[in-house]
């Protein structure tokens, strides 16, 4: 897949996403300094509790590891892009994301260089070819993208932790902090 990608970005810009605890054992700088790097963050709150009532449907009562989530190896790869740029990668937070699209999309465009299309902000609902998916046969993670048709503007919500489990409960307090450290550097409107 590595020379997919790196084949097709010799002709043409190519997105790649990915999550730093999956690609940290690749961190040299000449495989850093082939990208244009950003960071998509989301609420602990949000993350766990949505992955908590997807493992218990599951039958898996004892939830994630810290590895699986990756907020600091995302923290790790945000301060080492840092350190060595002497600027921030570009931030983006998914409920700002999803509260005004067009306006956070149009500034993260012109925060990595590239122009804006509005007409990316919308698409035709279903697989595609040019999406690969790593979900397993039941599709769980991925079904709802799929299924859309575009990015609206959407109400900001809260989630509650009191649901969590202990155990997990205090792996929300470790990872607060990276989150936090991250949202600090994000892309804003207004």
Same mark, same amino acid.
């Given at each position: 897949?590595?020379?997919?990608?790196?084949?097709?970005?010799?002709?043409?810009?190519?997105?790649?996403?990915?999550?730093?605890?999956?690609?940290?054992?690749?961190?040299?700088?000449?495989?850093? =300094? &082939?990208? #244009?790097?950003?960071?998509?963050?989301?609420?602990?709150?949000?993350?766990?509790? !949505? @992955?908590?009532? /997807?493992?218990?449907?599951?039958?898996?009562?004892?939830?994630?590891?810290?590895?699986?989530?990756?907020?600091?190896?995302?923290?790790?790869?945000?301060?080492?892009?840092?350190?060595?740029?002497?600027?921030?990668?570009?931030?983006?937070?998914?409920?700002?994301?999803?509260?005004?699209?067009?306006?956070?999309?149009?500034?993260?465009?012109?925060?990595?260089?590239?122009?804006?299309?509005?007409?990316?902000?919308?698409?035709?609902?279903? =697989? &595609?070819? #040019?999406?690969?998916?790593?979900?397993?046969?039941?599709?769980?993670?991925?079904? !709802? @993208?799929?299924? /859309?048709?575009?990015?609206?503007?959407?109400?900001?919500?809260?989630?509650?932790?009191?649901?969590?489990?202990?155990?997990?409960?205090?792996?929300?307090?470790?990872?607060?902090?990276?989150?936090?450290?991250?949202?600090?550097?994000?892309?804003?409107?207004?």
């Amino acid at each position: 897949m590595l020379a997919d990608i790196e084949q097709a970005a010799a002709t043409r810009p190519v997105f790649s996403k990915d999550m730093p605890q999956f690609t940290s054992h690749r961190w040299t700088e000449d495989f850093l =300094d &082939r990208f #244009e790097h950003s960071f998509l963050i989301r609420d602990p709150a949000k993350v766990m509790t !949505s @992955l908590h009532r /997807s493992y218990e449907k599951n039958g898996d009562s004892e939830g994630f590891t810290d590895l699986e989530l990756g907020f600091e190896q995302q923290r790790q790869l945000f301060d080492r892009l840092l350190d060595r740029d002497g600027t921030a990668p570009a931030v983006i937070d998914s409920d700002d994301l999803l509260e005004n699209p067009e306006a956070m999309v149009s500034r993260y465009c012109a925060a990595i260089g590239i122009p804006f299309i509005a007409e990316a902000l919308s698409w035709e609902p279903g =697989d &595609r070819g #040019e999406v690969l998916w790593y979900d397993s046969n039941d599709n769980v993670w991925h079904e !709802s @993208l799929k299924n /859309s048709d575009g990015l609206r503007p959407q109400p900001r919500t809260e989630a509650d932790i009191s649901t969590l489990p202990p155990h997990l409960l205090r792996q929300y307090e470790a990872f607060l902090p990276h989150y936090h450290h991250l949202h600090a550097h994000r892309i804003q409107v207004g």
